[in-house]
Protein backbone atom coordinates (compact mmCIF):
# COMPACT_ATOMS: atom_id res chain seq x y z
CA UNK A 1 0.00 0.00 0.00
CA UNK A 2 2.92 2.17 0.96
CA UNK A 3 4.41 1.99 -2.65
CA UNK A 4 1.45 2.43 -4.21
CA UNK A 5 0.86 5.57 -2.38
CA UNK A 6 4.46 6.72 -3.22
CA UNK A 7 4.59 6.08 -6.97
CA UNK A 8 1.14 8.34 -6.64
CA UNK A 9 2.75 11.07 -5.62
CA UNK A 10 5.73 10.76 -7.64
CA UNK A 11 3.31 11.02 -11.15
CA UNK A 12 1.19 13.63 -9.72
CA UNK A 13 4.64 15.61 -8.75
CA UNK A 14 5.92 14.82 -12.39
CA UNK A 15 2.53 15.93 -13.71
CA UNK A 16 2.65 19.47 -11.72
CA UNK A 17 6.39 20.00 -13.14
CA UNK A 18 5.39 19.75 -16.94
CA UNK A 19 2.34 21.87 -16.61
CA UNK A 20 4.54 24.69 -14.72
CA UNK A 21 7.44 24.39 -17.31
CA UNK A 22 4.53 24.54 -20.09
CA UNK A 23 3.33 27.66 -18.40
CA UNK A 24 6.68 29.08 -17.78
CA UNK A 25 7.83 28.72 -21.65
CA UNK A 26 4.85 30.29 -23.03
CA UNK A 27 5.56 33.55 -20.74
CA UNK A 28 8.81 33.30 -21.78
CA UNK A 29 8.15 33.54 -25.48
CA UNK A 30 5.55 36.08 -24.81
CA UNK A 31 8.37 38.32 -23.28
CA UNK A 32 11.14 37.82 -25.40
CA UNK A 33 9.77 40.76 -27.69
CA UNK A 34 9.03 43.09 -24.65
CA UNK A 35 12.86 42.24 -23.72
CA UNK A 36 14.04 42.47 -26.54
CA UNK A 37 12.69 45.90 -27.79
CA UNK A 38 13.94 47.36 -24.24
CA UNK A 39 17.22 45.96 -25.01
CA UNK A 40 17.28 47.89 -28.61
CA UNK A 41 15.69 51.24 -27.13
CA UNK A 42 18.68 51.10 -24.02
CA UNK A 43 21.06 51.21 -26.63
CA UNK A 44 19.54 54.02 -28.68
CA UNK A 45 19.60 55.87 -25.61
CA UNK A 46 23.09 55.35 -24.13
CA UNK A 47 25.93 55.09 -26.11
CA UNK A 48 28.76 52.48 -25.54
CA UNK A 49 31.23 52.86 -22.92
CA UNK A 50 34.63 51.23 -21.32
CA UNK A 51 34.63 48.33 -19.69
CA UNK A 52 35.01 48.88 -16.04
CA UNK A 53 38.07 47.30 -15.89
CA UNK A 54 39.49 50.01 -18.56
CA UNK A 55 38.11 52.63 -15.97
CA UNK A 56 39.59 51.47 -13.40
CA UNK A 57 43.26 51.07 -14.33
CA UNK A 58 43.74 54.19 -16.99
CA UNK A 59 45.42 57.17 -14.61
CA UNK A 60 44.20 60.76 -15.36
CA UNK A 61 46.48 62.73 -17.16
CA UNK A 62 47.28 65.35 -13.66
CA UNK A 63 48.41 61.79 -11.90
CA UNK A 64 50.99 61.32 -15.03
CA UNK A 65 52.44 64.81 -15.08
CA UNK A 66 52.90 64.31 -11.35
CA UNK A 67 55.01 61.79 -11.71
CA UNK A 68 57.38 62.80 -14.82
CA UNK A 69 57.39 66.05 -12.08
CA UNK A 70 58.49 63.64 -9.49
CA UNK A 71 61.05 62.61 -11.73
CA UNK A 72 62.48 65.74 -12.08
CA UNK A 73 62.72 66.31 -8.80
CA UNK A 74 65.15 63.46 -8.65
CA UNK A 75 67.10 63.69 -11.43
CA UNK A 76 67.93 67.48 -10.65
CA UNK A 77 68.75 65.69 -6.93
CA UNK A 78 72.31 65.31 -8.49
CA UNK A 79 72.51 66.48 -12.00
CA UNK A 80 73.51 70.40 -10.57
CA UNK A 81 75.48 69.26 -8.51
CA UNK A 82 77.80 67.70 -11.25
CA UNK A 83 77.59 69.93 -13.91
CA UNK A 84 77.94 73.13 -11.78
CA UNK A 85 78.48 72.83 -7.79
CA UNK A 86 81.18 70.01 -7.81
CA UNK A 87 83.28 71.99 -10.56
CA UNK A 88 83.26 74.96 -8.66
CA UNK A 89 83.50 73.10 -5.04
CA UNK A 90 86.93 71.10 -6.41
CA UNK A 91 88.34 74.22 -8.05
CA UNK A 92 88.36 75.86 -4.84
CA UNK A 93 90.11 73.09 -3.31
CA UNK A 94 92.31 71.36 -5.17
CA UNK A 95 93.48 74.14 -7.55
CA UNK A 96 95.63 72.98 -10.16
CA UNK A 97 95.33 69.14 -9.09
CA UNK A 98 91.43 69.67 -9.86
CA UNK A 99 90.96 67.30 -12.81
CA UNK A 100 92.17 64.38 -10.61
CA UNK A 101 90.09 65.25 -7.24
CA UNK A 102 87.11 65.59 -9.95
CA UNK A 103 87.57 62.44 -11.32
CA UNK A 104 87.80 60.70 -8.19
CA UNK A 105 84.98 61.76 -6.73
CA UNK A 106 82.92 61.15 -10.04
CA UNK A 107 84.39 57.44 -9.74
CA UNK A 108 83.16 56.99 -6.36
CA UNK A 109 80.08 58.67 -6.48
CA UNK A 110 78.95 56.71 -9.43
CA UNK A 111 80.41 53.60 -7.47
CA UNK A 112 77.88 54.72 -4.83
CA UNK A 113 74.64 55.61 -7.15
CA UNK A 114 75.20 51.88 -8.48
CA UNK A 115 74.89 50.19 -5.06
CA UNK A 116 72.25 52.90 -3.82
CA UNK A 117 69.80 52.40 -6.55
CA UNK A 118 69.63 48.59 -6.60
CA UNK A 119 69.47 48.88 -2.54
CA UNK A 120 66.70 50.94 -2.57
CA UNK A 121 65.09 49.12 -5.12
CA UNK A 122 65.18 46.53 -3.67
CA UNK A 123 64.21 47.80 0.06
CA UNK A 124 61.08 49.53 -1.79
CA UNK A 125 59.95 46.14 -2.43
CA UNK A 126 59.72 44.73 0.86
CA UNK A 127 58.01 47.68 1.33
CA UNK A 128 55.57 47.18 -0.63
CA UNK A 129 54.94 43.37 0.53
CA UNK A 130 54.58 44.32 3.82
CA UNK A 131 51.95 46.71 2.75
CA UNK A 132 53.58 50.09 3.38
CA UNK A 133 53.84 50.47 0.01
CA UNK A 134 56.67 52.70 -1.74
CA UNK A 135 56.21 56.69 -1.50
CA UNK A 136 57.57 56.50 1.86
CA UNK A 137 60.77 56.17 0.45
CA UNK A 138 59.91 59.08 -1.74
CA UNK A 139 60.18 61.54 1.64
CA UNK A 140 63.21 59.71 3.34
CA UNK A 141 65.09 60.87 -0.27
CA UNK A 142 63.90 64.40 0.00
CA UNK A 143 64.75 64.94 3.35
CA UNK A 144 68.27 62.88 3.01
CA UNK A 145 69.23 65.39 -0.35
CA UNK A 146 68.38 68.25 2.40
CA UNK A 147 70.74 67.15 4.18
CA UNK A 148 73.69 65.78 1.92
CA UNK A 149 73.33 69.14 0.11
CA UNK A 150 73.52 71.10 3.65
CA UNK A 151 76.97 68.57 4.39
CA UNK A 152 78.17 69.50 0.73
CA UNK A 153 78.21 73.22 1.58
CA UNK A 154 79.93 72.82 4.71
CA UNK A 155 83.16 70.39 2.99
CA UNK A 156 86.17 72.04 3.10
CA UNK A 157 88.57 69.26 2.43
CA UNK A 158 89.01 66.31 -0.44
CA UNK A 159 87.22 63.88 2.28
CA UNK A 160 84.35 65.99 3.40
CA UNK A 161 83.30 66.44 -0.39
CA UNK A 162 83.35 62.64 -0.97
CA UNK A 163 81.71 61.85 1.49
CA UNK A 164 79.27 64.50 0.63
CA UNK A 165 78.43 63.29 -3.13
CA UNK A 166 78.56 59.73 -1.59
CA UNK A 167 75.75 61.00 0.49
CA UNK A 168 73.87 62.87 -2.53
CA UNK A 169 74.34 59.86 -4.43
CA UNK A 170 72.57 57.35 -1.97
CA UNK A 171 69.70 60.46 -0.86
CA UNK A 172 68.94 60.75 -5.34
CA UNK A 173 68.35 56.94 -5.46
CA UNK A 174 66.43 56.61 -2.85
CA UNK A 175 63.74 58.72 -4.60
CA UNK A 176 64.48 57.65 -7.83
CA UNK A 177 64.85 53.93 -7.76
CA UNK A 178 61.11 53.57 -5.85
CA UNK A 179 59.41 56.16 -8.19
CA UNK A 180 60.69 54.19 -11.59
CA UNK A 181 58.90 51.18 -9.69
CA UNK A 182 56.14 53.11 -8.90
CA UNK A 183 55.54 53.25 -12.78
CA UNK A 184 55.54 49.43 -12.90
CA UNK A 185 53.16 49.24 -10.06
CA UNK A 186 50.67 51.83 -10.95
CA UNK A 187 50.34 52.80 -14.84
CA UNK A 188 49.02 50.57 -16.97
CA UNK A 189 51.62 49.25 -20.15
CA UNK A 190 48.68 51.28 -22.57
CA UNK A 191 50.25 54.52 -21.15
CA UNK A 192 53.60 53.64 -19.78
CA UNK A 193 54.94 54.81 -23.69
CA UNK A 194 53.83 58.81 -23.38
CA UNK A 195 54.42 58.72 -19.48
CA UNK A 196 58.49 57.71 -20.69
CA UNK A 197 57.41 60.90 -23.05
CA UNK A 198 56.69 62.98 -20.07
CA UNK A 199 59.76 61.83 -18.17
CA UNK A 200 61.92 63.52 -21.08
CA UNK A 201 61.10 67.10 -19.16
CA UNK A 202 64.00 65.95 -16.51
CA UNK A 203 66.73 67.01 -18.58
CA UNK A 204 65.61 70.76 -19.56
CA UNK A 205 64.26 71.42 -16.06
CA UNK A 206 67.62 70.26 -14.89
CA UNK A 207 69.63 72.21 -17.42
CA UNK A 208 67.62 75.54 -16.41
CA UNK A 209 67.34 74.72 -12.70
CA UNK A 210 71.28 74.59 -12.87
CA UNK A 211 71.83 77.94 -15.26
CA UNK A 212 69.04 79.90 -12.79
CA UNK A 213 70.91 78.97 -9.92
CA UNK A 214 74.10 79.93 -11.26
CA UNK A 215 73.04 83.28 -12.07
CA UNK A 216 71.59 84.29 -8.65
CA UNK A 217 73.19 87.64 -8.27
CA UNK A 218 75.04 87.94 -4.73
CA UNK A 219 73.85 84.28 -3.87
CA UNK A 220 75.88 82.34 -1.35
CA UNK A 221 76.81 78.46 -2.22
CA UNK A 222 74.72 77.82 0.56
CA UNK A 223 71.48 79.54 -0.36
CA UNK A 224 71.40 78.25 -3.81
CA UNK A 225 72.05 74.74 -2.54
CA UNK A 226 69.14 75.56 0.03
CA UNK A 227 66.91 76.56 -2.72
CA UNK A 228 67.83 73.43 -4.78
CA UNK A 229 66.55 71.41 -2.18
CA UNK A 230 63.17 73.67 -1.78
CA UNK A 231 62.63 73.15 -5.48
CA UNK A 232 63.44 68.83 -5.31
CA UNK A 233 61.05 69.05 -2.15
CA UNK A 234 58.20 70.66 -4.14
CA UNK A 235 58.67 68.15 -7.43
CA UNK A 236 58.30 65.27 -5.01
CA UNK A 237 55.71 66.16 -2.82
CA UNK A 238 52.96 66.05 -4.50
CA UNK A 239 53.28 62.67 -5.71
CA UNK A 240 54.58 61.27 -2.61
CA UNK A 241 51.14 62.56 -0.64
CA UNK A 242 48.75 60.85 -3.49
CA UNK A 243 47.00 57.99 -3.11
CA UNK A 244 48.14 54.49 -4.36
CA UNK A 245 46.15 52.22 -6.85
CA UNK A 246 48.09 49.62 -7.83
CA UNK A 247 47.16 47.50 -10.77
CA UNK A 248 45.25 44.66 -10.88
CA UNK A 249 47.10 41.50 -11.38
CA UNK A 250 47.79 40.55 -15.12
CA UNK A 251 48.66 37.82 -17.27
CA UNK A 252 52.36 37.47 -18.13
CA UNK A 253 52.35 38.00 -22.30
CA UNK A 254 55.16 36.26 -22.86
CA UNK A 255 56.62 32.78 -21.23
CA UNK A 256 59.38 34.15 -18.23
CA UNK A 257 62.45 32.59 -20.42
CA UNK A 258 61.70 34.48 -23.50
CA UNK A 259 60.71 37.79 -21.23
CA UNK A 260 64.60 37.23 -20.05
CA UNK A 261 65.61 36.93 -23.24
CA UNK A 262 64.11 40.41 -24.49
CA UNK A 263 65.31 41.95 -20.97
CA UNK A 264 68.97 40.87 -21.54
CA UNK A 265 69.12 42.34 -25.26
CA UNK A 266 67.26 45.69 -24.37
CA UNK A 267 70.01 45.72 -21.53
CA UNK A 268 72.77 45.32 -23.91
CA UNK A 269 71.53 47.77 -26.09
CA UNK A 270 70.82 50.28 -24.08
CA UNK A 271 74.18 50.00 -22.38
CA UNK A 272 75.67 50.42 -26.47
CA UNK A 273 73.87 53.67 -26.90
CA UNK A 274 74.28 54.93 -23.41
CA UNK A 275 78.12 54.57 -23.56
CA UNK A 276 77.71 56.00 -27.40
CA UNK A 277 76.02 58.89 -25.65
CA UNK A 278 79.04 59.46 -22.60
CA UNK A 279 81.73 59.14 -25.35
CA UNK A 280 80.04 62.13 -26.85
CA UNK A 281 79.34 64.31 -24.23
CA UNK A 282 83.11 64.04 -23.01
CA UNK A 283 84.25 65.48 -25.56
CA UNK A 284 81.18 68.03 -26.81
CA UNK A 285 82.93 70.94 -25.86
CA UNK A 286 86.57 70.74 -27.96
CA UNK A 287 84.26 68.97 -30.98
CA UNK A 288 82.45 72.14 -31.27
CA UNK A 289 85.05 74.71 -30.34
CA UNK A 290 87.57 73.08 -33.18
CA UNK A 291 84.82 73.71 -35.63
CA UNK A 292 85.34 77.07 -38.15
CA UNK A 293 84.57 79.31 -37.65
CA UNK A 294 86.82 79.69 -34.36
CA UNK A 295 85.60 80.87 -31.38
CA UNK A 296 87.12 82.45 -27.77
CA UNK A 297 86.31 80.01 -25.01
CA UNK A 298 83.90 82.09 -23.47
CA UNK A 299 81.52 82.20 -26.62
CA UNK A 300 82.34 78.57 -27.46
CA UNK A 301 81.23 77.50 -23.65
CA UNK A 302 77.80 80.12 -24.49
CA UNK A 303 77.23 78.49 -27.83
CA UNK A 304 77.87 74.97 -26.29
CA UNK A 305 75.48 75.72 -23.59
CA UNK A 306 72.48 77.44 -25.65
CA UNK A 307 72.97 74.20 -28.26
CA UNK A 308 72.30 71.85 -25.20
CA UNK A 309 69.55 73.49 -24.04
CA UNK A 310 67.98 73.51 -27.66
CA UNK A 311 69.06 69.55 -27.33
CA UNK A 312 66.75 68.54 -24.33
CA UNK A 313 63.85 70.82 -25.55
CA UNK A 314 62.94 69.54 -29.25
CA UNK A 315 62.81 66.10 -28.77
CA UNK A 316 59.78 66.56 -26.07
CA UNK A 317 56.92 67.08 -28.54
CA UNK A 318 58.53 63.81 -30.54
CA UNK A 319 59.00 61.52 -27.56
CA UNK A 320 55.23 62.34 -26.42
CA UNK A 321 53.26 61.79 -29.67
CA UNK A 322 55.65 58.95 -30.63
CA UNK A 323 55.25 57.12 -27.18
CA UNK A 324 51.30 57.47 -27.24
CA UNK A 325 51.43 56.27 -30.88
CA UNK A 326 53.51 53.28 -29.38
CA UNK A 327 50.52 53.18 -26.43
CA UNK A 328 48.21 52.81 -29.65
CA UNK A 329 49.57 50.31 -31.08
CA UNK A 330 50.55 48.48 -28.48
CA UNK A 331 54.34 47.35 -30.13
CA UNK A 332 57.86 49.35 -29.01
CA UNK A 333 60.16 47.43 -30.91
CA UNK A 334 59.75 49.29 -33.96
CA UNK A 335 59.96 52.51 -32.45
CA UNK A 336 63.37 51.73 -30.45
CA UNK A 337 64.71 50.28 -34.23
CA UNK A 338 64.37 53.24 -35.68
CA UNK A 339 65.00 55.87 -33.08
CA UNK A 340 68.24 54.11 -32.54
CA UNK A 341 68.97 54.48 -36.96
CA UNK A 342 68.64 57.87 -36.16
CA UNK A 343 71.02 58.46 -33.20
CA UNK A 344 73.16 56.49 -35.22
CA UNK A 345 72.77 58.95 -38.28
CA UNK A 346 72.67 62.20 -36.30
CA UNK A 347 76.53 61.11 -35.01
CA UNK A 348 77.47 60.17 -38.53
CA UNK A 349 76.30 63.86 -39.46
CA UNK A 350 78.15 65.38 -37.37
CA UNK A 351 81.44 63.27 -38.13
CA UNK A 352 81.05 64.44 -41.87
CA UNK A 353 80.28 68.19 -40.53
CA UNK A 354 82.97 70.23 -41.36
CA UNK A 355 80.56 74.02 -40.58
CA UNK A 356 79.26 74.37 -37.33
CA UNK A 357 75.75 74.59 -38.74
CA UNK A 358 75.97 70.81 -40.22
CA UNK A 359 77.12 69.95 -36.50
CA UNK A 360 74.40 71.25 -35.10
CA UNK A 361 72.33 70.22 -37.11
CA UNK A 362 73.32 66.46 -36.47
CA UNK A 363 73.40 66.84 -33.38
CA UNK A 364 70.03 67.55 -33.01
CA UNK A 365 69.07 64.59 -34.93
CA UNK A 366 71.16 62.74 -32.51
CA UNK A 367 69.19 64.10 -29.60
CA UNK A 368 65.63 63.31 -30.93
CA UNK A 369 67.01 59.48 -31.56
CA UNK A 370 68.28 59.00 -28.29
CA UNK A 371 65.87 60.58 -26.24
CA UNK A 372 63.33 58.64 -27.93
CA UNK A 373 64.66 55.44 -27.57
CA UNK A 374 65.39 56.12 -23.88
CA UNK A 375 61.46 56.96 -23.51
CA UNK A 376 60.73 54.01 -25.04
CA UNK A 377 63.12 51.14 -23.75
CA UNK A 378 62.26 52.86 -20.44
CA UNK A 379 58.66 51.52 -20.85
CA UNK A 380 59.26 48.48 -22.74
CA UNK A 381 61.83 47.28 -20.10
CA UNK A 382 58.86 47.81 -17.17
CA UNK A 383 55.94 45.94 -19.09
CA UNK A 384 58.43 43.12 -19.60
CA UNK A 385 59.96 42.84 -16.04
CA UNK A 386 59.58 39.24 -15.07
CA UNK A 387 58.50 39.53 -11.20
CA UNK A 388 55.74 42.29 -9.37
CA UNK A 389 57.63 41.52 -6.55
CA UNK A 390 61.01 42.55 -7.51
CA UNK A 391 60.58 45.11 -9.60
CA UNK A 392 62.63 47.65 -7.58
CA UNK A 393 65.52 45.75 -7.69
CA UNK A 394 65.07 44.46 -11.65
CA UNK A 395 65.02 48.70 -12.32
CA UNK A 396 68.23 48.66 -10.25
CA UNK A 397 69.80 46.48 -12.55
CA UNK A 398 68.64 48.37 -15.41
CA UNK A 399 69.91 51.40 -14.26
CA UNK A 400 73.29 49.78 -14.24
CA UNK A 401 72.73 50.67 -17.81
CA UNK A 402 73.00 54.48 -16.94
CA UNK A 403 76.48 54.44 -14.59
CA UNK A 404 78.45 51.85 -16.20
CA UNK A 405 78.36 53.84 -19.39
CA UNK A 406 80.43 56.07 -17.59
CA UNK A 407 83.36 54.32 -17.40
CA UNK A 408 83.05 52.60 -20.86
CA UNK A 409 82.15 55.32 -22.78
CA UNK A 410 85.24 57.48 -21.28
CA UNK A 411 87.51 54.49 -22.35
CA UNK A 412 85.72 54.65 -25.61
CA UNK A 413 86.17 58.19 -25.82
CA UNK A 414 90.09 58.23 -24.57
CA UNK A 415 91.25 55.81 -27.36
CA UNK A 416 89.58 56.76 -30.09
CA UNK A 417 89.73 60.98 -29.77
CA UNK A 418 92.69 62.54 -31.28
CA UNK A 419 93.72 66.36 -30.93
CA UNK A 420 91.65 68.34 -33.99
CA UNK A 421 89.59 65.56 -35.64
CA UNK A 422 86.67 63.57 -33.87
CA UNK A 423 85.62 62.02 -37.02
CA UNK A 424 87.02 58.51 -36.14
CA UNK A 425 85.55 59.06 -32.63
CA UNK A 426 82.37 59.78 -33.95
CA UNK A 427 81.81 56.99 -36.56
CA UNK A 428 82.65 54.91 -33.88
CA UNK A 429 80.42 55.99 -31.90
CA UNK A 430 77.81 55.74 -34.73
CA UNK A 431 78.42 52.22 -34.82
CA UNK A 432 78.08 51.48 -31.51
CA UNK A 433 74.88 52.90 -31.53
CA UNK A 434 73.59 51.28 -34.54
CA UNK A 435 74.65 48.15 -33.23
CA UNK A 436 72.47 48.77 -30.04
CA UNK A 437 69.35 48.81 -32.45
CA UNK A 438 70.38 45.68 -34.13
CA UNK A 439 70.91 44.24 -30.89
CA UNK A 440 67.03 44.87 -30.16
CA UNK A 441 65.75 42.39 -33.50
CA UNK A 442 66.65 40.09 -31.05
CA UNK A 443 63.37 40.92 -28.83
CA UNK A 444 60.28 39.08 -29.63
CA UNK A 445 56.91 41.09 -28.66
CA UNK A 446 53.83 39.45 -27.70
CA UNK A 447 51.49 39.16 -31.08
CA UNK A 448 48.63 42.17 -30.74
CA UNK A 449 45.18 41.22 -31.28
Known sequence: MGGSFSKLSSRRGQVAALVFADRRAKSGRNNVGTYRASLYSSRRMHA????????????????????????????????????????????????????????LVAAIGTVAAIAANI?????????????RGRRGWLLLGT???????????????????????VAVQCAANAVLAPLLALMADEIPDAQKGFTGGLLALANPIGAATAWGLVQLPGATETLRLGLLSLGIALLVAP?????????????????????????????????????????????????FADLPPRQTAAAAADFVGRTLVLATLLPLPCTLLLGRLSDRIGRRKPFLLASAAVT?????????????????????????????????HGAFWMQELPSERHRGRDLGILNLTNTLPALVGTAIAWVAATPGSFAPLLFLLSGLTLAGGLVMLAVREPAQG
Open 48 to 103: PTPSLSAQGTARHWRFLLLFALANAGGTIGYLPLFTVFLPIKVEAIAGPDRLNLFT
Open 119 to 131: GFGWLSDRSLARG
Open 143 to 165: LGLALAYALFARAESPLGVILAV
Open 239 to 287: LAFSAARRLPPQPAPLPRVQARRNLAAAWVARLLLQSAGNGLTLYLYYY
Open 344 to 376: AGGLLVMGLADARTVAVAGFLIYGVGAQLFMAL
